[in-house]
Protein backbone atom coordinates (compact mmCIF):
# COMPACT_ATOMS: atom_id res chain seq x y z
CA UNK A 1 0.00 0.00 0.00
CA UNK A 2 0.84 3.86 -0.54
CA UNK A 3 2.30 5.21 2.10
CA UNK A 4 2.74 9.25 2.30
CA UNK A 5 4.77 10.63 5.54
CA UNK A 6 4.32 14.46 6.35
CA UNK A 7 6.88 15.96 8.35
CA UNK A 8 8.32 19.37 9.92
CA UNK A 9 5.44 20.58 11.71
CA UNK A 10 4.93 22.01 15.49
CA UNK A 11 4.88 25.42 17.28
CA UNK A 12 5.80 28.39 15.44
CA UNK A 13 5.25 32.12 16.37
CA UNK A 14 2.79 34.66 14.27
CA UNK A 15 4.99 35.91 11.27
CA UNK A 16 7.36 32.75 11.95
CA UNK A 17 8.12 30.23 8.72
CA UNK A 18 7.80 26.63 8.79
CA UNK A 19 8.93 23.80 5.97
CA UNK A 20 6.63 20.77 6.09
CA UNK A 21 7.87 17.92 4.01
CA UNK A 22 6.18 14.65 2.33
CA UNK A 23 7.61 11.48 1.30
CA UNK A 24 6.29 9.81 -1.50
CA UNK A 25 6.94 6.43 -2.95
CA UNK A 26 8.66 6.57 -5.92
CA UNK A 27 6.69 4.21 -7.60
CA UNK A 28 4.05 7.68 -7.72
CA UNK A 29 6.56 9.62 -9.52
CA UNK A 30 6.81 11.52 -11.92
CA UNK A 31 3.27 13.21 -9.95
CA UNK A 32 0.36 14.51 -12.16
CA UNK A 33 -0.64 16.66 -9.14
CA UNK A 34 0.33 17.13 -5.40
CA UNK A 35 -1.78 19.47 -2.56
CA UNK A 36 -1.45 20.60 0.70
CA UNK A 37 -4.51 20.69 2.39
CA UNK A 38 -5.46 22.17 6.43
CA UNK A 39 -8.29 21.01 8.53
CA UNK A 40 -8.84 23.12 12.08
CA UNK A 41 -11.48 22.41 14.52
CA UNK A 42 -14.96 23.40 13.47
CA UNK A 43 -13.93 23.63 9.75
CA UNK A 44 -13.86 21.42 6.62
CA UNK A 45 -10.32 20.73 4.83
CA UNK A 46 -9.43 23.31 2.92
CA UNK A 47 -7.19 23.45 -0.19
CA UNK A 48 -3.70 25.05 0.99
CA UNK A 49 -1.74 24.91 -2.17
CA UNK A 50 -1.75 22.59 -5.22
CA UNK A 51 0.77 21.88 -7.80
CA UNK A 52 -0.28 19.99 -11.63
CA UNK A 53 1.78 19.73 -14.90
CA UNK A 54 -1.01 21.37 -16.55
CA UNK A 55 -0.09 24.79 -15.24
CA UNK A 56 1.17 27.02 -12.39
CA UNK A 57 -0.04 25.95 -8.76
CA UNK A 58 -2.83 27.73 -7.34
CA UNK A 59 -3.22 28.76 -3.59
CA UNK A 60 -6.05 28.82 -1.04
CA UNK A 61 -7.27 32.78 -0.09
CA UNK A 62 -4.77 34.86 1.17
CA UNK A 63 -1.80 32.81 0.83
CA UNK A 64 -0.61 33.71 -2.66
CA UNK A 65 2.97 35.18 -1.89
CA UNK A 66 3.56 33.55 1.50
CA UNK A 67 3.32 29.80 0.78
CA UNK A 68 5.14 27.89 -1.86
CA UNK A 69 4.63 23.87 -3.28
CA UNK A 70 7.47 22.28 -4.66
CA UNK A 71 8.20 18.91 -5.56
CA UNK A 72 10.98 17.55 -6.13
CA UNK A 73 11.24 14.67 -8.30
CA UNK A 74 15.04 13.47 -7.42
CA UNK A 75 14.17 13.20 -3.81
CA UNK A 76 10.47 11.88 -4.04
CA UNK A 77 9.77 14.82 -2.13
CA UNK A 78 6.79 17.65 -1.56
CA UNK A 79 7.45 20.56 0.73
CA UNK A 80 5.25 23.08 1.65
CA UNK A 81 7.20 26.74 2.72
CA UNK A 82 5.23 28.72 4.89
CA UNK A 83 6.33 32.40 5.37
CA UNK A 84 4.70 35.38 7.43
CA UNK A 85 2.41 32.47 9.26
CA UNK A 86 -0.88 33.68 11.05
CA UNK A 87 -2.69 32.29 13.87
CA UNK A 88 -5.88 31.16 11.48
CA UNK A 89 -3.31 29.26 9.89
CA UNK A 90 -3.07 26.44 12.35
CA UNK A 91 -4.19 23.25 11.84
CA UNK A 92 -3.89 19.74 10.76
CA UNK A 93 -1.96 19.62 7.47
CA UNK A 94 -2.09 16.64 4.74
CA UNK A 95 0.00 15.99 1.62
CA UNK A 96 -2.47 14.24 -1.19
CA UNK A 97 -0.07 13.11 -4.47
CA UNK A 98 -1.67 11.74 -7.36
CA UNK A 99 0.38 9.71 -9.78
CA UNK A 100 0.17 8.11 -13.39
CA UNK A 101 -2.95 6.51 -11.93
CA UNK A 102 -5.45 9.36 -11.55
CA UNK A 103 -6.02 8.65 -7.79
CA UNK A 104 -5.27 10.48 -4.72
CA UNK A 105 -3.27 9.14 -1.75
CA UNK A 106 -3.34 10.87 1.62
CA UNK A 107 -0.74 11.73 4.65
CA UNK A 108 -2.05 11.25 8.08
CA UNK A 109 -1.23 14.68 8.57
CA UNK A 110 1.26 17.06 10.38
CA UNK A 111 0.47 19.70 13.61
CA UNK A 112 0.95 22.91 12.83
CA UNK A 113 -0.25 25.35 15.82
CA UNK A 114 0.69 29.42 15.06
CA UNK A 115 1.27 31.19 18.73
CA UNK A 116 -0.21 34.61 18.98
Known amino acids: QVRLVESGGGLVQTGGSLTLSCAVP????????AEWNRQSPGNQRELVAK???????VYGDSLKGRFTIYVDNAKNVVYLKMTSVKPEESGVYYC??????????WGRGTQVTVSS
Open 96 to 105: AECGSERRYY
Open 26 to 33: GSLFPLTA
Open 51 to 57: STSDGPP
